[in-house]
């Protein structure tokens, strides 16, 4: 029971870590919470279907589903992330020297926004995952994993580790956590500011679209609305782990699925939704820096 | 001539922290910009950088004119600068922080990081060699591993340099690299800006310390409210009545 609890944990908190990881890289380099980003990661998880859809009634689904799923991945990442790219260019650019407020409410407002195109576009009903996937079941102890969930919880480890050494080896990895630290200075090292943010935007936005992708198959249902409450989630994540600290994201992501999934089974499954925000809340009373977070107070 | 600047004015609302100064650096020199607080020499600086947009005049460095272009493009050009207080990244280790100055030096892109190439990797390993040049270039190799922030304060302003040199600039720019320093310190930092100027770079630096201004400059600018009161060698500067009423206001400073 204990374990198996775990394993679900695992499961939805390596979700939670791939959006968390969003918010925080964002935050990192523009101190703006990006409060669109919930709804690029429900486009993501509308993508995964259009795009399996197309595959599937194209003929390349039956010929090879392995292929297919690759294909809608890629296709959802490259997706996502132009919307990403295009979100920061129009709502956020031209605010970039404003007051930190004005950009947030630019964020609020392009949630808003996105979470109404989606619904007029693809209507107001659940869309349901086509179920391509055969599931097999793994049994190990008492605990019963499905192949989805070992799926999501190995891609979410090794997309983490891939961003990991992309931010620490990179040349452009180092200009980011140049940028995040000092931006005058950095440009003054001949990093392109601009082109940094977009590069952080896109990788935020590809890593929301695999876990809209990978939350699409795992609970089969997908709504237009999926992306408020997995954003809250997340955004509590990476403030647990510590906002603006990559590796932050990604524990607060796995703690925070681990309480949840712990919580429904041994408390009540009625408040499953409620513990993320009581974590928020002790967090902010008792650490507000989340676990990795550093204190810096204001920035200049 | 390296650097021209043509009636450059700044204007911020009411007050016109830099006005009509011009001036001319030629390629090898090591020129000195005085002045009293608020003179407007760190603006002029910002202008020459890209980080202010002059409101008037123009900034021409190799006969181009740069005076809209922005920060990463003048410093791909080749102008490098160092600030009044620190701005080492912090929490990057030394070798890192003077990689981050070959950035625009280098030229592979994301897709061959990504793919982790053999070019990108070979890029890397050049990089970091010469990154490690200008440490040991500065003197602080030793400390490559270090996270910046741990350094010592003398070892910061170094590393600074170091940094800035390592994109590979013509022209260097220093916002009071001796500020702060104790005696043996700023006689370290006199001749390792001598041995920059040896090694063909263009020096400009902004200094209060009147010792290493007469020490290491060729040619001094002199700013006062502004404007430009005086242009000349160390010797002219020195007995310039004009200098020494409107800046030093006593003689004996020199």
């Known amino acids: 029971m204990l374990l198996q609890q775990i394993i679900n944990g695992l499961t939805v908190g390596g979700v939670y870590a791939l959006i968390a990881l969003g918010y925080t890289l964002v935050y990192g380099i523009l101190e703006l919470i990006n409060f669109a980003h919930g709804e690029i990661y429900m486009i993501g998880a509308y993508l995964g279907i259009i795009f399996l859809g197309i595959f599937t009634a194209s003929g390349l689904t039956q010929y090879s589903l392995f292929l297919s799923l690759f294909l809608t991945f890629i296709m959802s990442v490259i997706v996502c992330s132009a919307y990403g790219f295009t979100v920061e260019k129009l709502a956020y650019k031209p605010l970039r020297n404003a007051p930190r407020l004005n950009p947030l409410i630019s964020a609020i407002g392009v949630s808003i926004f996105l979470q109404n195109y989606v619904m007029l576009t693809q209507g107001a009903t659940d869309k349901v995952f086509p179920h391509v996937l055969p599931v097999t079941t793994v049994k190990f102890l008492d605990v019963t994993m499905t192949s989805l969930q070992i799926f999501i919880i190995i891609a979410s480890i090794l997309l983490m580790a891939g961003l990991h050494v992309f931010i620490m080896k990179t040349k452009t990895g180092k200009a980011m956590r140049a940028v995040a630290q000092d931006k005058v200075m950095a440009s003054l090292m001949g990093i392109n500011i601009d082109r940094i943010i977009s590069v952080t935007f896109i990788i935020g936005s590809g890593l929301a679209a695999v876990a809209g992708l990978m939350v699409a198959m795992y609970y089969g249902l997908v709504n237009y609305s999926i992306g408020y409450i997995a954003g809250i989630k997340a955004f509590t994540a990476a403030v647990l782990g510590g906002i603006g600290s990559i590796p932050g994201a990604m524990i607060g992501g796995f703690v925070l699925g681990l309480i949840e999934s712990l919580g429904a089974s041994y408390l009540s499954s009625e408040y499953k939704d409620a513990y993320a925000f009581i974590v928020l809340i002790v967090i902010l009373l008792i650490k507000p820096t989340g676990l990795l977070g550093k204190s810096e107070g204001q920035k200049p | 001539?390296?650097?021209?600047?043509?009636?450059?004015?700044?204007?911020?609302?009411?007050?016109?922290?830099?006005?009509?100064?011009?001036?001319?650096?030629?390629?090898?020199?090591?020129?000195?910009?005085?002045?009293?607080?608020?003179?407007?020499?760190?603006?002029?600086?910002?202008?020459?950088?890209?980080?202010?947009?002059?409101?008037?005049?123009?900034?021409?460095?190799?006969?181009?004119?740069?005076?809209?272009?922005?920060?990463?493009?003048?410093?791909?050009?080749?102008?490098?600068?160092?600030?009044?207080?620190?701005?080492?990244?912090?929490?990057?280790?030394?070798?890192?922080?003077?990689?981050?100055?070959?950035?625009?030096?280098?030229?592979?892109?994301?897709?061959?990081?990504?793919?982790?190439?053999?070019?990108?990797?070979?890029?890397?390993?050049?990089?970091?060699?010469?990154?490690?040049?200008?440490?040991?270039?500065?003197g602080i190799a030793g400390y490559a591993g270090t996270l910046a922030e741990n350094l010592p304060y003398g070892d910061q302003k170094r590393l600074e340099i170091a940094r800035a040199l390592a994109s590979e600039p013509k022209l260097l720019l220093l916002d009071e690299p001796a500020a702060g320093m104790n005696p043996q310190e700023s006689l370290a930092l006199m001749e390792l800006i001598r041995k920059i100027r040896e090694w063909g770079k263009t020096v400009v630096i902004i200094e209060h310390d009147m010792k290493v201004v007469m020490g290491i400059s060729d040619r001094i600018v002199v700013l006062d409210h502004g404007v430009k009161i005086a242009e000349g060698t160390p010797d002219e500067i020195r007995n310039n009545p004009q200098v020494i009423e409107a800046y030093l206001g006593k003689e004996e400073v020199f």
């Open chain 2, 1 to 138: 001539m390296i650097l021209e600047v043509r009636a450059l004015t700044k204007v911020f609302g009411g007050l016109k922290a830099v006005e009509e100064v011009s001036f001319r650096v030629k390629q090898g020199v090591v020129l000195s910009i005085i002045g009293p607080n608020g003179a407007g020499k760190t603006t002029l600086f910002n202008c020459l950088t890209g980080m202010l947009t002059p409101t008037k005049g123009k900034v021409l460095f190799e006969e181009k004119d740069i005076t809209r272009s922005k920060a990463h493009e003048i410093t791909a050009m080749g102008i490098a600068r160092s600030f009044q207080n620190i701005r080492v990244f912090g929490s990057m280790s030394v070798l890192e922080n003077a990689m981050i100055g070959q950035h625009c030096r280098s030229g592979k892109g994301l897709l061959a990081a990504v793919m982790g190439t053999r070019g990108f990797v070979k890029e890397e390993d050049d990089i970091k060699a010469r990154a490690l040049e200008y440490l040991e270039f500065t």
